[in-house]
């Protein structure tokens, strides 16, 4: 089961990875148009900065999942690390669950948010748009989090319970 749930996690993580790239990309040449529009033709793009926000926010959620995936996150461990190794492996297993639980909690408020009749009817002020399609990203992002974190929650536990032998 625990191969199974690195090969998910990893065909995740490359989708993020594509996903990064083509949201850059696309956020690029959207403010290279944007100031050649501006400044050479003097003719901007309405919309173009609040979709490069949106953009920008998605490469953002996306990005710190990766970045879970990759456990790259900034953590300070000073003090864990001067721990003996038997009381280290414990300290991340709880702290591991701990983060899983918090981006559950927030994966099923954002669910909660999004779907409620206020939020469905809110329109973008440029795009017209319903802002739902912007929030969701946050949503899908959470999933990705809490999925790459039950993966490293597993990991954490079974070195746990191996004895360090992860």
Known sequence: MFTLLNWFDDRLAQVEKILLI????????????QV??????????????????????????????????????VVIDFITL????SLRLVIECVFQII?????????????????EPMVQNELS????LPRWYNYSVLMFALGAMSFHQLKHCFKSLSGLFRGGKS
């Not at 002020?125 to 017209?128: I, R, S």
């Open 22 to 33: 083509i949201l850059t990309f696309a956020l690029v040449t959207l403010l290279i148009a």
């Open 36 to 73: 050649f529009l501006r400044y050479v033709l003097n003719s901007p793009l309405f919309w173009a900065e609040e979709v490069a926000v949106q953009v920008f926010v998605a490469i953002s959620f996306f990005g710190v999942s990766y970045l879970i995936y990759q456990k790259q996150l």
């Open 82 to 85: 001067i721990l003996p190794t």
């Open 99 to 115: 983060s899983l639980l918090t981006l559950l909690v927030m994966l099923v408020l954002t669910f909660q948010w999004i779907t």
């Open 125 to 128: 002020p440029t795009t017209q």
